[in-house]
């Protein structure tokens, strides 16, 4: 059993660090940015998210972007040539939640093997056009990453359970 | 050698299929499933030398198929490919009979070496 609710700023390093890994590894980039800004860009307009929940608080991770960046981002996990065309939206889609989904599993990995006695618990990822707006009592944080031309938001929200709440 | 993927991500499963090929395994037969509980029909139908298989998936996850095939005692070779590498995960694998757990994101070196392994045991 989770002892003590991990610290929004925990799960945004663990996040940023994850997707170091995620840039590195499944996007196979060697040139990229990741930068704290305080507000989700308005140019993200749909993305991936992925649930993780321990049992005393709910994380709630997003790759908010547009659909240029969407594209590029998948023809990049599906190592695509110059010349191939795109793949077709529910598979871009697809990519995006499967980009979530390392992701997550990258940042469980990390918090987990940080701390002893943490169980995390991942969703499955999904694909929304639009965007998911932090509720009240929930707090958030957002990462930019930026490389070739794709711009995305990393959206950290969290929010302990409330009859559960210790200090951090 | 014949192998089944299972992944609920269509795309996750060429990227599996392409890492394969990558790790040098040309001659391939590969199935495909899209949940635990069309996995184990296809099993049923193939009779695979390998599973690769991921753990989170809906209607059924990976870690309930491989229950499920060793209580029908199916001893097929069985490896996790999963976003999932913590130590517990691991160790909740091997419990289970898995001959390893390959964390996404990965590297053709990663199948050829868990892959080999498995397959000479």
Partial sequence: MTSRVISLEEWAVATCGSMEDVATGALGLADFKISTVHQLSTDADCGGYIPLLTDLESVQIGLATDLESCRKLSRLLLVLDDDEPDPPLAEVRDAIGEIANVMAGAIKTRICNAREGVDIQLGLPFFV??????????????????????????????????????AA | MKVTIIDDSKVMRAIVKRTLRQAGFNDVDVMEACDGEEGLQVIAESNPDLVLCDWNMPKMTGMELLERLRAEGNRVRFGFVTSEGSEEMRARAREAGAAFLIAKPFKPEDFRESIDKAMAA
């Fill in chain 1, 129 to 166: 056009h639009g965007r998911i707006a932090p509720v009240a009592g929930l707090a958030d944080a957002v990462l930019r990453f930026e490389a070739e031309g794709i711009t995305c938001d990393i959206h950290v929200m969290h929010r302990p359970h409330r009859d559960k709440r210790r």
